[in-house]
């Protein structure tokens, strides 16, 4: 089955660092890849579609230039926390699909925490 | 206006007993998919089931099978024969073809725990 790998899946680091979270797809071309962030017990919230070589499409009331994402590949896409606050501490979650009509398959997430 | 409701925060089930767990969906897309996610402590999302809208029949896989009915717009996923380790977060998510393009919209979820 279609496989796609997170990485790290967890980090700690110091308010104002910059972290890089990785989302690959193992064995199927992403055309389109999907970040979410996770609060404890509640639901996935999309943050940003992001198709490959073009610009990320963020939803309404996430910071672009806070969270940046790349997709230059079709088998990779990154999400940069600039600048991470305590706040941003969450757990994020990547999924990849090959086209629109196929399966989103999702990494295994990454639990962001910044002290 | 919520795409995916789930009613049930939270729910306990004996080992071995069937569950129902509830999801219903607000859509006026002709073509969507419903999907079932589990979720246990770890955070992965395994997917469970789907069901596309123009399905004539309820989804089943293993011990997972999804109770659809589309004229009152429910969703509901049965897990029969429970282990303990169903014990997981589930949720329930739609995608719409037209409105959506193609993403997923997912309910608040329900929390499942398998007593011995």
């Known amino acids: 089955g279609a496989v796609v790998s997170q990485h790290p899946s967890r980090v700690i680091c110091k308010s104002g660092t910059s972290v890089k979270i990785e989302c690959r797809s193992l064995d199927f071309q992403a055309t389109t890849m999907f970040w979410y962030r996770q609060f404890p017990k509640q639901s996935l919230m999309l943050m940003a579609t992001?198709?490959?070589?073009?610009?990320?499409?963020?939803e309404q009331g996430v910071e672009k230039d806070k969270f940046l994402i790349n997709h230059a590949s079709l088998t990779l896409s990154t999400l940069t926390v600039t600048s991470a606050h305590p706040e941003d501490s969450s757990f994020y979650i990547c999924?990849?699909?090959?086209?629109?009509?196929?399966?989103?398959?999702f990494g295994d997430g990454t639990r962001l925490s910044i002290l | 206006a919520q795409k995916i409701t789930q009613t049930q925060p939270g729910m306990f089930v004996q080992e071995k007993e069937a569950v129902t767990l509830d999801c219903t969906y607000d859509?006026?897309?002709?073509?969507?998919?419903l999907f079932w996610y589990k979720q246990p402590s770890s955070g992965e999302m395994i997917f469970l089931i789907y069901?596309?809208?123009?399905?004539?029949q309820n989804a089943t896989e293993g011990r997972y099978s999804l109770n659809f009915q589309k004229a009152r717009k429910s969703a509901n996923l049965v897990i029969s024969a429970s282990q303990l380790g169903d014990s997981a977060m589930y949720f329930c998510?739609?995608?719409?073809?037209?409105?959506?393009?193609?993403?997923?919209?997912f309910g608040a979820g329900t929390t499942v725990t398998v007593r011995a």
């Open positions: 999924s990849a699909r090959d086209s629109r009509n196929q399966p989103q398959h």
């Open positions: 998510a739609m995608r719409e073809a037209f409105r959506n393009d193609y993403k997923l919209s």
């Open positions: 069901q596309g809208s123009y399905d004539q």
């Open positions: 859509t006026s897309d002709p073509s969507y998919g």
């Open positions: 992001s198709n490959e070589g073009s610009k990320a499409t963020y």
